[in-house]
């Protein structure tokens, strides 16, 4: 009778009464008293949530306040909260990653688990995933039902309409539009049981080729794959403890243990991660995830372990066990290719020398984030400024070009983004310095090497052009160098062109 | 059996205190200085180079680079550590690295925002001992840099064979465990033809000396090509290393 197209198996966790909940858990609202959560719709007050003791009195989601309280005089009202909402959901949908990491949050008030192959490996059946959730959720205050089903549809279905059999669904689970499920219903079809065995052909018709495919996936005939919150790392490897760990310090041993676990796995693939994450369960729904990243594939436990002890001791807020941390899991998102043979020594040990850094390097782009570590990369381009930029410290090298032998330096060591305005005197208007004031400064030039001119790079913008540079390399009185150049050609570009300090020469 | 090859080889490939690093002392090649040094600055040894007074310029980490770059012996990687804060978007610029003979693909640069943690970053980068020098550049006061701070570097360069390299600039000379302290400054380069400015010339005064004397007054120009310090030439004379009694008033700073 029943035709599954495959073996998956899925379970929803439907969450009534979410927006109540979660204010009486906050200790914003009484538990056990009517109350309403409402909306301004269309210039109405409408109710868009209700607590468990007003569903218990008959009134409904989407009626006027007004009508509500014709029922329930006095009753309660909050304003609606979506976003509060939603986040105590991903949340929820976070905490279930425990049982599978195919999770993903459906609507406002549920979320579907594949838990297809979850079962044999970590002792588990379907019925002991569901009260171990609905158990979890009772204790941060949440109402759940669970229901399982061969598709994402189903199972979420039976767990929104409270019914144990797909026949038994009305057919406002289709969940097409409210003019089809009045059509329905008055042709005397009212639950999915009742369009089971009609010949799809004429229902599509009538009522649009959306119905047939709905019925189908209801009816655990066809699968719709779920999109998970959270991409899943394909190699992971994780670990349950039989006590809860209510203190942070026996952390960084479990790490070590996942990522001895992970070690052989990589090793198989010839990869190494380039990036690992922690999740860490904690028994009241929390999860909290540490992440690393290196600038090489590693796989190396005690490595990961002090790139872990790094992450730790650099959090803003230290974790919080709270009640304990029942699961770890590792993950590795992002796998390469690891060469095992040895570094190469004829690049002069450049190279070497880069590998014996990269502890280093991963450890304080941990600690301190990757944008804090940097190598320059040359650049070609014309304008002095573009000519070098900060890449990752992990980028590949590249040849510099030579300096001019017997020259001087032609380019300052410090550069000035965006240049400073000076003030100049020069002999003529086109000539070079003579004096220059920087930061109330003056400076009197006594060499001067220049104008070097560096145009503006018109070829890359046909319409727009820029005013020429005439740089000047020049030494003041007390032998500082300094970088300047004047902005415009006189008399041809500008009448009175600017000065800039663009950098500094040892 | 410590001869054999593959062992050899094996020990290069270990990070450490660092094989590869020649031991002893760095020497300038210019026979006043070094006799001065009593053969060189130690290369595992940490060194200060203060800016003079409102420190325009950037002659101090130019010359703390240069010696970076001598007991790197040009192929070891440089790790480069200072604060981006305060520094008026005054940018390390690489091509001006390459003027000065510094492979810019030899240097990682580490700008961090708080002096703490640059502090704790640079402690790290010695301990490792995979870099060749590690140069700390600090701008101002520095109160986070005390004396316990120099020691622990100080130690931490002992223990690993890495130069540590200090850079102060707009600073006053302050007490710490520094093996040298010099006071670092551009000073005016022989011209080149047309009067162009030369190549880059330090007035270099060593302000302290662990165990050793004080009062050095010398200036030193870089020349790339031989990758090397030399006394100026200015036109007809050649400056001699002055030694006046006004610099032993000021020389002792901490």
Redesign the interface.
Known sequence: MNKLPSERRYMAIHLPFLPAERRIADGAAPPDTPFAIIEKQRGALRIVALSPAAAALGLEPAMALADARALVPDLPAFPHDPGTDRAVLMRVVAACERYTPMVAADGADALVLDLTGCFPAAGWTQETIARDATARLARLGLRGRAAHGATPDAALALARFAVSAAEDLPVAALALDAETHLALRRAGLRTIGALRDRPRAPLAARFGRELPVRLARLLGEEDRRITPHRPAGTIRAEHRFAEPMATVSPLLDVIEHLAERLETRLAGRGAGGRRFDVALFRTDGHVARLTVTCGRPLRDPPAIRRLFAERLESLADPLDPGFGYDMARMTVPLAERMESE??D?AD???G???T??A???D??TV??GPR???????CDAHL?EY??R?VP?ESD???????E??E???????????PRRVSVVAEVPDGPPRRFVW?E?HYRV????GPERIAYPWWKHPEGCGPTRDYY???D?????FWLFRHGLYGRESDHPQWYLH???? | MSDSPNLR?AS??V?GPSS?KVAGALGFGVPAVDRWLKGGLRRDGVHEFYAPSDG????A???A??VGRLICDA???L?WLRTNRGN??????????????I??????????AELA?LL??TV??VR?G??GAVILEMQGRARPFDLTASRRLALAAERSGTAVLVIRGKARPVASAAHTRWQV?????P??P??????????LRLLRQRGGPEGLHVQLE?N??QAAFRTPLYGDSSAVPARGTEDRRRRRAA
């Not at chain 1, 950098?503 to 040892?506: D, S």
């Not at chain 2, 008026?88 to 003979?101: I, S, V, W």
């Not at chain 2, 492979?103 to 961090?112: A, G, K, N, S």
């Not at chain 2, 047309?194 to 007035?203: E, M």
Request: charged letters at 25%; glycine letters at 8%; hydrophobic letters at 40%.
């Open positions: 040895q570094p020594l002069g040990g450049k070497r020398a880069r014996d850094l502890p280093l390097i450890r304080l600690r301190f804090s570590i940097s190598r320059f990369h040359p002095p000519a070098a900060a410290p090298t590249c040849p510099w070009p030579r300096p032998p017997g001087p330096p032609l380019r300052p060591l410090f550069l000035y983004d965006p930061r400064k006594v060499r001067h090497e390399r020049v030494e009185e007390t032998g500082q160098r950098g500094l020469f040892a | 080889r290069m490939l990070p590869a325009e310029g950037a002659g980490t130019a010359f680079l240069l192929t070891l990687p790790i008026r978007n005054e940018r390390p610029y690489a091509p001006g690295l390459a003027e000065l003979g492979d810019p693909d030899t240097v990682f640069l580490v700008e961090l943690d704790v970053a790290e980068s490792h995979g870099a400054s551009a000073a005016p380069s011209a080149l047309a009067n162009a400015p030369g190549h880059p010339v330090f007035d870089w790339r090509e």
